[in-house]
């Protein structure tokens, strides 16, 4: 079970700030594509990837039992 | 000034010492919106020695909700934010020297402002401006504070050349946001939040504490109570284009800009030309056509279902188009 | 007002509905110090429809590098917080319903406020207001934020009658605390950060939002870069007088309380009489001792090293001295 | 090895921010008592304490592995 931790407008098109993955392990990028599908997340093509709590890039794994954030930039100020 | 500043030096890692090298600074702070005013009168307070602050805008009622230095007044008035920010900002703390400027923000405008600042604050709408902050303040050497907010949410990181990851090297394209404070709204507490976040950072810089800077990108959602604090060491890349080994600042080349931009998510065209508008001249132009109005640094009017706001320094805004072909046949048949 | 609240209408969470509702709800800020004036200025912004607050004191100097609504004008007229928050407030927005009384909060003098507030903000400075706080909204079912901040660190609490543990629940004695911003100083992010949780918890509760209240106590530290989140369910304590079965409200007792007392880190001394003040009659009298500074809420003037304020609610501030008799000494020669 | 956090003025008094304590495990009272030993953190009979992030009563026990925080409530606004 892999955790997925939602910021900003990507909790709205999921309809929750937290998700669960049943795998025991994957790439970001394939985790990725799995949540574009289910919840047609396409902003995940511009997302910052922390695994737990640290930064990562998309050939990176994460494994049962991390948690995973997806942190879009968001641009007001 | 006396005890003006007691409650600040008492607070050890600032002190006495402290205090007088933040009255020896400079800080520039890009933007008077909701982010820049709240950083602007945190500095203010604290007694930044020199304040410069750079706004295009002026003052709208939809502002206020959110935006700190800013009244009634100033909306009726539609005074530029840059100087409604001065005047406020004067009468908090009137030993500050500020300079404000009412102008579009890209690297040929702020490359002679640079000088001899030590700090720059992001407080920005844009991730446009934001690259070309960050090619600046590499090219320049200046530490910078990213902030960013919408929503309930918001995110800042403090960038540091030569020791940590820049803008680029987390965001390798320039991310085309959706959500901005124009198309999913903004709540104040997240504005304050962030700005929380960049004035400490900027107060540790400017006493020399860099050691107590976050080396972590905070994010944070107040309506779903997160928090989260993300390492991002290993983000730094040896061949980023602005803190690499062979920076080329690709956001410097300011000739690839377009002269008309559309505002996003505002309904507004900005047009820009490199001449100065003479106001006065224009006023009198224009009156004719409709009913003018008409301070010392903008000029407004109401034309058909548009709304055009002329400034001094050759930009205008033609509110309610998001068309620039349309922007652009209304600003040549009253301005041309 | 048109379009004024637009970016807070668009956050989802508000909406229209959540917007009519603020503006038919009516917050009682106790304290217009750091916290107080923050908070207030957000609420009025957001267009909350009425706002009470109470502050005892007046402006000063020391006050400006952290305390948002206050200017270098308000420090040379002396004006009592309460007063000048209110004018700025009101320039912020004209359409809010503002109530600025200058008291001492007591049992006695807040429970007539209390009627059809909903929801009450901590902005004080002490904990012994904060009890009688707490015993007040349990016995009148008002929900009321705790936040409180000294150096660089803070913490908020978001108390929900016959939900949550209340400050007495995770404070059994009340904390003699050494901490306070007189006595270890404080940044004004410090302020800010408890601020935003303080109303982002306000807005949740005033659009009715209750399930997004933070159930956790927070609390943080930007210059160490520390944020913690308790969980502290397990806290609420079924015998609580405060909160509990039986509830006694120990802290309403108002007749145990000193007519004087000493204001903690402050170098001052309160002295309090049942009768109001006659300011004129008092300037009147003291011009023959010492120059009398004097508007429409106070009196002060500078007698041998200690300086003394004259408040027409009946209370005086002897400052330069920790010393109750001493204190009472001066304030019979002059007022006895 | 218990990991101690350590709020506002409890830092400065024990120098550190963040502390362990080489214990398989001990009562939150017999923690304090160690502390207040060690560090002059007389302060510790009027904080709030959090076993991993969540409050506890002096009598509670933190294991190894634990992570406790005293949070002395600040009074300033």
Request: net charge negative; aromatic share 6%.
């Amino acid at each position: 079970m892999i955790k997925i931790l939602l910021f900003a407008h990507l909790q709205e098109k999921a309809g929750s700030d937290q998700l669960t993955i049943d795998k025991e392990q994957t790439t970001i990028r394939d985790l990725k594509n799995i949540l574009k599908e289910t919840y047609q997340l396409i902003e995940l093509d511009q997302v910052m990837t922390a695994v737990n709590e640290e930064y990562v890039m998309d050939d990176e794994i994460a494994k049962a039992g991390d948690t995973v954030a997806f942190i879009p930039p968001v641009s007001g100020g | 000034m006396g005890n003006r500043y007691s409650r600040q030096i008492l607070f050890k890692p600032i002190g006495e010492a402290g205090q007088e090298k933040i009255q020896n600074k400079h800080i520039l702070i890009l933007g008077c919106g909701a982010l820049g005013s709240a950083n602007a009168e945190n500095l203010v307070r604290a007694g930044i020695g020199k304040l410069t602050i750079i706004d295009r805008d002026y003052v709208e009622l939809s502002n206020l909700q959110r935006q700190q230095l800013y009244t009634e007044k100033e909306v009726t008035e539609q005074l530029p934010k840059a100087m409604a920010a001065k005047q406020r900002l004067q009468q908090i703390n009137s030993s500050v020297v500020i300079d404000a400027y009412v102008m579009d923000a890209t690297p040929v405008t702020l490359l002679p402002l640079l000088k001899n600042v030590d700090i720059l604050i992001d407080a920005t709408d844009n991730f446009e401006t934001r690259f070309i902050l960050n090619d600046l303040a590499h090219k320049e050497q200046i530490p910078w504070i990213y902030g960013s907010c919408v929503g309930s949410t918001g995110m800042s990181f403090t960038v540091l050349p030569d020791e940590t990851p820049c803008l680029g090297c987390l965001m390798d394209t320039m991310p085309v946001s959706g959500a901005t404070c124009d198309s999913v709204g903004i709540i104040s507490p997240a504005v304050q939040m962030v700005v929380a976040h960049q004035t400490a950072e900027a107060l540790k810089l400017l006493v020399g504490d860099n050691n107590a800077c976050r080396t972590k990108l905070v994010t944070f959602d107040l309506w779903n109570n997160h928090y989260h604090m993300m390492k991002v060491d290993r983000a730094k890349k040896a061949d980023c284009p602005t803190c690499g080994e062979n920076p080329s600042y690709p956001h410097l080349n300011y000739e690839s800009r377009t002269k008309s931009e559309v505002l996003c998510g505002r309904n507004t065209v900005q047009i820009r030309t490199p001449q100065k508008l003479n106001l006065d001249e224009l006023a009198h132009r224009l009156q004719k056509i409709a009913p003018v109005r008409h301070n010392h640094f903008l000029l407004s009017l109401e034309y058909e279902s548009y709304r055009l706001v002329f400034f001094q320094d050759g930009r205008t805004l033609i509110h309610g188009t998001d068309s620039i072909e349309k922007a652009k046949t209304i600003y040549n048949q009253l301005a041309g």
